[in-house]
Every structure is written in C-alpha cells, then in structure tokens.
C-alpha cells in the first residue's frame, strides 16, 4: 500500500530558525531527531551511513543495526524498491512527500515504515525520517474483521428473519402478533386471516379485543393480563365472528426491541379440549394424598405431586425436582436396586416396604408401588408413595414371625429389603441349627456348643435370643 500523504497540504517551519536554534549543536540535534522519528537513516549516495532507532520494539526486534553500510534498496522489500529510488530523487531541502515502505520480517509479517526525506547540506547526504504504521495496520485489520463479523451478523439475522417468516405463514394454527400495551395487532398469518374471514390490510392494525363479541371483553382482558404477569395465560373459550363454535386461544407474553409482545394462537376446538382435560386431571393428581414421583431413567425426578413435596419437606419443586431419587427414597442404596431391578424385569411392584427421608435426615416408614414405562428413547419410573408409620405398629413385623421355609423367604423378594431377607433369613438358619445340634446331643448343651463351633457363653446368648433357653 502506498498512500501519498500531505501531497496537497503544506508543512508549517520555523518562521526564524536561524535566530533561535542556532546555538544547537549537532549530538543535540541528532537527539531531537532520534526522539522524534520511529527510525532515523542518513544514507549517501544510496548507502546507508548511520541510524537511530527511537521506538523500543525496534530495537528488541533488532532492526537497524545490520543495517549499516547496507545500501537503503536492499533493506526493503521487492515492491518497496522503486518508492526508495523515487524518494531519494526527489530529496530537497524540505521535507516532500511521506511513501510507505515496507521491511521484511524474519518471522510474521512485514514491517511497514512511513518516510519522508530531506536533503542536508553535503552533497547526496539525506536525512531519512520514518515512523512505525505495525499500530495503524493492527487497528486497519481490527476494523477489517470488525466489518466481515458484522456482515456475517447481518448475514445470520437475515436467515433468522426468513425462517421466521417461512415458520410464521406455513404453520396450520392461527397465529397472531400483538401489541401488549395497544392490543394492536402487528402481523397475521394466513391461518389467522382465514379465521377471522379477513384480509391481511383488515386485520393487520386492528385492535384485538374488538375482533371479539362484546361479552368476550372480560374473559380477554383476563387472559392478557395473566399472560403479563405469568408469561402464559390459561387457555379461554372465545366465539370467532361468524363462528357457531366458541375456539380456543392462548395467549405467549415477550419481549422484542424492549417493548411487549403477545403470541395469539388460535387452536383447533378439539385440540383445547384436550388441552383442558389435562389440566382437570394434572389437578386431580395435585390433589392426591398420596405421594407421585416421576424420574427418568438416570432416576433423576422429573415430577412430583404437592403430597410428595409435603413428604420431603421442602419448599417448592425447585427443590426437588433434578434431584436423585436415592436423596430421598430407601434406607440406602440396596433398597433402591432392588425396586429398580424388580420393576425391570416385571414392569411394576406393589407394596414395596421401605423409608423416605426428608430434606432434614428424618425418616418415614413407606409402601411403594411403582410402574416403568417408555419414555422418549429411555425409560421413566413411576412411584405412588404412601406412609405406613401407624399401620406398621399396630401389625406383626417380619423380625416377630420369622419365615419357616425357602418359598416364604422367595416370596418376600420385592416386597420387603433384601438386607432385611437376609437377616432373618440368617436367624432363621442359626436357630434351625440349633434347635438341631440340641435334638443330636440329648440336649447336651457342651456338646452342642463344640458341635457348632461356639463357646458355651456364645451358645446360651444365641439360646436367649431365640427363646429356646428352656
């Protein structure tokens, strides 16, 4: 790049140099010029006789000092070349035009010098001025990439804009975009047109609530200002001109450019009916007394019921719903495994004895009954939780009434813990043991101790427990 600075405009001097900046003598002089150019050259006849350096960089990067003795031509770079010669010709007593040069870097790009020549009073001695542009370039560069990112921006606002456009006019349900403030409709699509039996010059422009019967005002002005205040507003009954059918509409709130937008959404009848029925029946499952849990095949929740979050005492479902099941559900790990492993292999359990802990450590008594199904490409799980505190007390436990055979321990799998099994199924042996070792030694309790490999204290204590002492 060669730009030819101050071509047209003219440099100011000194009105009397000669009287004040006599007395400065030539090293004074040689620092004035060092301190006030990136580089300072005095070349004659082309050879490059001395120079100063007074930027930094120039110096660390080590420009100039292989300089010495070179002739200026071969410092540059091939394009750069016919500038040199054009500027020591045209060399006066004055400072000329200012020519863009360039230097070749050993690594990186090249490093690009702005000079300017004056001719001293020796014959073919000229005084070379040249400043850094490395800064100019950068900001030049920054202010390219700057422009390109912006143009991509634009490039990608556009495609936004016509697949909104091409969304907006292809989808079957009617759609409308409104002014939350005005209630000025903005934008209609051919759905929404076709409703309202309207061209697109009638409705666009029209304030929404007088597209309404009159008697529909309330049930409007209600549902826009819930949509307001919650973002979404519950789905309303409203009668279209010319309609026999009451439709139904639901109302989205947003933002756009800092002012309040409504999405209108004009649905089929049976499809709000739907809608409506779901909600009766999400109230319904609200309302139950009974724990619902919902979690996803990494038995993380994904819904609860207000009785579960009664359960689990905490504040709202923020607090539970992405949680693990295990957090709250199961003495410990083994009891959770083992309600997952049975739902796996038969689909559903009943009465799955075990805890659920709240948000404190405290713990209840439980019957889970539970359900897998496919949900998305995983599966989720169901759990109906009820507490059984009071009824466990009243009724026998398993440890008061061991299982006397290995059908009845078979039997207990999925309705009590396996480390409750376990237990008493470990009971169980050790008193049928010795119960048997007594009958082998005519109720000789020594022998019967050395026959089972325990000391005579060890076998009274187990006599004890199980109540076969006598």
């Known amino acids: 790049m060669d730009v030819k600075a101050s071509t047209t405009a003219k440099a100011v001097p000194f009105k009397s140099p000669k009287r004040f900046l006599a007395g400065l003598d030539p090293q004074t002089t040689a620092n004035v010029i060092a301190s006030a150019a990136d580089i300072a050259l005095i070349v004659d006849d082309g050879v490059i006789k001395d120079i100063a350096l007074g930027s ?23 394009e750069s070349k016919p500038k040199v010669e054009d500027l020591l010709k045209s060399a006066t007593s004055r400072f000329g035009a200012w020519r863009e ?39 030049q560069q920054r202010l390219v990439e700057a422009h390109q990112e912006l143009e991509r921006d634009y490039a990608r606002l556009r495609e936004a804009d016509a697949r909104y456009h091409l969304l907006f006019q292809s ?15 903005e934008a209609a699509n051919p759905a929404a047109l076709e409703r309202f039996n309207a061209t697109n010059a009638g409705l666009v422009g029209a304030n929404f609530a007088s597209l309404f019967p009159k008697k529909t005002a309330r049930p409007i002005e209600r549902a826009v200002a819930e949509a307001l205040n919650q973002g ?21 709130a947003f933002r756009y450019e800092g002012d309040r937008r409504l999405i209108i959404r004009l649905g089929a009848n049976e499809v709000f009916a739907a809608k409506r029925a779901a909600s009766g029946f999400q109230a319904v499952i609200e309302k139950l007394p009974d724990g619902l849990i919902v979690a996803g095949g990494d038995l993380r929740m994904l819904s609860v019921n207000q009785a579960a979050i009664d359960m689990a005492r905490v504040v709202g479902r923020g607090q539970i719903v992405g949680e693990r099941l295990a957090k709250f559900l199961g003495r410990s790990g083994t009891d959770l495994n083992v309600l997952i492993t049975t739902l796996k292999n038969h689909g559903s359990v009943r009465n799955f004895k075990t805890v659920l802990r709240d948000r404190f450590g405290a713990e209840e008594d439980i019957e889970v009954s539970a359900v897998s199904a496919p949900f998305e490409d995983s599966e989720a ?54 119960e048997s070792a007594l009958e082998s030694t005519g109720d000789n309790r020594a022998s019967a101790a050395e026959m089972l490999g325990l000391s005579r ?4 204590s187990k006599l004890k427990r199980f109540g076969i002492d006598d």
């Open 232 to 252: 979404v507003a519950n789905i309303v009954d409203v009668a279209l001109p010319g309609a026999n059918d009451p439709a139904g509409i639901s109302l989205s």
């Open 56 to 78: 930094e960089h120039l110096m660390r990067e080590g420009y100039g000092g292989r300089w010495r003795g070179m002739r200026w031509a071969d410092t540059v770079t091939i």
């Open 457 to 460: 204290q060890g076998l009274y």
């Open 381 to 434: 799980y169901g759990f109906s939780v009820r507490g059984v505190a009071k009824r466990l007390a009243n009724g026998p436990s398993i440890s008061e009434k061991l299982p006397s055979s290995v059908d009845e321990l078979t039997g207990l799998v999925g309705r009590v813990p396996l480390k409750d099994i376990v237990r008493d199924a470990t009971e169980l042996i050790e008193k049928l043991c010795i």
């Open 171 to 185: 989808v079957d349900e009617g759609v409308l975009i409104v002014d939350a403030d005005s209630l000025i409709v």
């Open 101 to 139: 040069i360039n230097h070749p870097a050993g690594v990186g790009s090249d490093l690009p010098v702005r000079y300017a020549a004056v001719q001293t009073g020796e014959k073919d001695r000229i005084l070379i001025i040249g400043r850094d542009l490395r800064s100019i370039s950068s900001l």
